[in-house]
T-cell receptor
Framework: DAGVIQSPRHEVTEMGQEVTLRCKPI?????LFWYRQTMMRGLELLIY????????DSGMPEDRFSAKMPNASFSTLKIQPSEPRDSAVYFCASTSAGGGRSYEQYFGPGTRLTVT | LAKTTQPISMDSYEGQEVNITCSHN???????ITWYQQFPSQGPRFIIQGYKTKVTNEVASLFIPADRKSSTLSLPRVSLSDTAVYYCLAITDSWGKFQFGAGTQVVVTP
């Protein structure tokens, strides 16, 4: 398996522009998570889905952020309009509830976003 | 939401055992203790998880006392490649509320 795939790996955009980050989870996984990591705030959980349904979006910082999961193999995180303080590394992770209680998430390589 | 507290950093030499203790005083009955490792420019990687007593795998051991208010990750005979940030988190059954803490930066030197 190729693991969790994220695109783009790097994104540089100007303030006010729309940014869309993409994630393809590992096939068969029914949980998908979006995280943001900065030096100041560490690794923050933004939102997670179970079977394509958003379960907890309490970590989404504000209305400028939105996430969708139209099917089991694709999710997007959109920021509109983007601001310099959104600059961070955004990670996507997936896992499967499976039959036992395993809390192993598989993280993608991340998207480094820079908003100027 | 179980809050975890870890040391900010730890230094070690190659070949030594590194023990990182995490406190989680308000851990819930259904919470599992999970540890992740993160290298620069990479996403976190799962290391080990446990509920109580001791768990061992090919990478590390996890010790959880009976009161479950703390846990200790043990890395045997570390090498330079074990230099990373290590996160402890408590996760409620069925992926309830959870959060990554600040993590512990482990630096291994020759």
């Amino acid at each position: 398996d190729a693991g969790v795939i994220q695109s783009p790996r790097h994104e540089v955009t100007e303030m006010g522009q729309e940014v869309t980050l993409r994630c393809k989870p590992i096939s068969g996984h029914d949980y998908l998570f979006w995280y943001r990591q900065t030096m100041m705030r560490g690794l923050e959980l933004l939102i997670y889905f179970n079977n394509n349904v958003p379960i907890d979006d309490s970590g989404m910082p504000e209305d400028r952020f939105s996430a969708k999961m139209p099917n089991a193999s694709f999710s997007t995180l959109k920021i509109q309009p983007s601001e310099p303080r959104d600059s961070a590394v955004y990670f996507c992770a997936s896992t499967s509830a499976g039959g036992g209680r395993s809390y192993e998430q598989y993280f993608g390589p991340g998207t480094r976003l820079t908003v100027t | 939401l179980a809050k975890t507290t870890q040391p900010i950093s730890m230094d070690s030499y190659e070949g030594q055992e590194v023990n990182i203790t995490c406190s989680h005083n308000n851990i819930a009955t259904n919470d599992y203790i999970t540890w992740y490792q993160q290298f620069p420019s990479q996403g976190p990687r799962f290391i080990i998880q446990g509920y109580k007593t001791k768990v061992t795998n090919e990478v590390a051991s996890l010790f959880i006392p009976a009161d479950r208010k703390s846990s200790t990750l043990s890395l045997p005979r570390v090498s330079l490649s074990d230099t990373a940030v290590y996160y402890c988190l408590a996760i409620t059954d069925s992926w309830g509320k959870f959060q990554f803490g600040a993590g512990t930066q482990v630096v291994v030197t020759p």
